[in-house]
């Protein structure tokens, strides 16, 4: 059912008439036109993002040829998501408006977080991989940058929606998905070259900060978030080389979002000089 005659059902309105096949309901039938039925597939693919992400894990035995073929085979899914959405669903300011016009502008800047945020979760892990300027895997670095593109569409999105009373983003995960946007940004700050993408990521981090707090007026538990951003901090001062490692740490931090979450174990690595390459992040974080 279309999410529109859905929303204007009443109690009112009398049930249909049941089919007499059990097998050959329409209302079975994916609408590719559909808000909800298209989040619905996206979350089935999300749902595959996170499994994949406790089998790298869990999984140590696994050979890197076989990782690489999960990862490109969830990287096709997800772009044939992509690619096969509706003119009338695919991001743009026109269809935002056309969206909230009809009154599903939250719901379709919410479908757009998710496809980011399965994207940037799918990626994450080649942030670890991806520090140095001169990389041998090219493919490293390109999953690398889909995680950063991912997590700047994010934040831009976020931004943008909240400039509309009906399509500002305030649900509770909005403001995890915001805390792991900003360990993205917190990559760029330590491991970026480019001083146009290192000032970026720094706004993005300042305005990111400020939003998660304010979502504390609407959920209280939101706090763990900011409490989250602040131990992903204290473990990038401990260890720069290891803070993106995929462990099982990082995959509480990732995925355990309603769970609270201590400091990282990791040994001191650096001298008090080396320490200077941290004092920006410190006084952007001293929180």
């Known amino acids: 059912m279309d999410e529109r005659r859905f929303a204007s059902l009443t109690h009112e309105t009398p049930a249909p008439w049941p089919d007499a096949s059990p097998c050959a309901s329409p209302t079975c039938n994916f609408d590719p036109q559909s808000l909800v039925a298209q989040m619905i597939r996206l979350n089935l693919l999300l749902y595959d993002v996170i499994v994949f992400l406790n089998t790298q894990v869990v999984d140590a035995q ?4 076989v990782k690489r073929g999960f990862d490109y085979q969830l990287l096709h899914s997800l772009d044939e998501w992509a690619d096969k959405l509706p003119i009338r669903l695919c991001y743009s300011e026109e ?21 980011n945020h399965a994207g940037q979760l799918l990626f994450y892990q080649h942030l670890q991989s991806a520090r140095g300027q001169d990389q041998l ?12 593109r991912h997590a700047t ?3 831009d999105l976020i931004y943008e929606a909240k400039r509309r009373s009906d399509t500002v983003v305030l649900y509770p995960l909005a403001g995890h998905i915001l805390c792991l946007a900003s360990t993205v940004q917190i990559h760029t700050l330590l491991f970026g070259f480019e001083d146009d993408e290192i000032l970026a990521a720094k706004t993005r981090l300042e305005r990111n900060f400020e939003m ?17 951003l602040q131990h992903f901090h204290n473990a990038c001062l401990r260890s720069k080389d290891d803070s993106f490692r995929l462990d ?14 201590k400091d990282r174990d990791a040994i001191w690595t650096y001298g008090h000089r080396a320490l200077d390459d941290f004092d920006p992040l410190r006084d952007l974080l001293d929180i």
């Open 95 to 115: 269809n935002v408006i056309y969206w909230a016009d009809e009154g599903f502008g939250a719901i379709f800047v919410t479908l757009h977080i998710n496809y």
């Open 62 to 65: 696994d050979a890197d040829s």
């Open 212 to 228: 998660i707090s304010s979502m504390n007026n609407y959920w209280p538990m939101n706090h763990m978030s900011i409490s989250r």
């Open 248 to 261: 099982a740490w990082m995959l509480r931090f990732l995925l355990g979002f309603t769970q609270d979450i």
């Open 153 to 155: 569409n994010l934040c």
């Open 137 to 148: 895997d090219d493919s490293t670095q390109g999953f690398a940058q889909r995680c950063k």
